[in-house]
């Protein structure tokens, strides 16, 4: 795909005439709401959220690895910028708009912030992605390449968020299960006559 946008290849071609045919196609006033939701005022309150009710659950390592994979967010997508410089749909003389920022911030803030509150958010985590996504090119603010690439490129990113989610164990959720020792009513720690600890 990188390739195919650096020597403005066939798919590159296609990609172009693809996005003319959708700018515009929908209000300005509509596809400009859905492009503010990967801005970063927009998305970060929202992970920034979920990181704090993940803290709050005692899952500090899940929330952290949140926030350092939105962190990495421009330090991927900013040298890929610099390198393809690529026009943007309806500024041919400006440079840098491969891969598409605001859809990286927006997938990976919103999945990660689904990950950490409850799984059964990621759906609308994902949609909100999509919209993200499909506003920025029917505006015009982006191709569709743009938008693919960063899809591609911020998958490995949502690895740790995901995998701490699933896994990760500190705090509270540590003490479980009857390998946990607790202390009784004279203070010292007791098991119960099942082999668990009381």
């Not at 590159?12 to 700018?23: G, H, I, P």
């Not at 040298?79 to 943007?88: D, I, M």
């Not at 598409?100 to 949609?127: I, K, N, Q, W």
Request: glycine share 10%.
């Amino acid at each position: 795909m990188t390739w195919q946008v650096l020597v403005h290849g066939p798919l590159a071609r296609l990609d172009e005439r693809v996005s003319r045919s959708l700018v515009d196609s929908v209000p300005r006033s509509l596809s400009e709401l859905a492009s503010d939701l990967g801005n970063m005022t927009v998305a970060l309150p929202v992970l920034g959220c979920a990181m704090a009710y993940a803290v709050w659950r005692g899952r500090r390592a899940a929330a952290l690895y949140a926030g350092l994979s939105l962190a990495a967010v421009p330090l991927l997508v900013i040298p890929l910028k610099e390198w393809t410089a690529r026009p943007g749909p309806l500024e041919p003389w400006a440079q840098g708009y491969y891969p598409s920022g605001h859809t990286a911030t927006a997938m990976v803030a919103y999945v990660s912030a689904a990950f950490l509150v409850s799984r059964r958010l990621v759906p609308v985590a994902v949609l909100l992605t999509a919209v993200t996504g499909t506003g920025l090119v029917l505006r015009g603010f982006h191709w569709p390449l743009d938008v693919l690439a960063s899809v591609a490129l911020c998958l490995p990113l949502l690895r740790w968020p995901v995998l701490a989610s699933r896994y990760g164990r500190d705090g509270r959720s540590r003490i479980r299960g009857g390998d946990a020792w607790r202390t009784g009513s004279g203070g010292t720690p007791s098991r119960s006559t099942d082999g668990r600890t009381n």
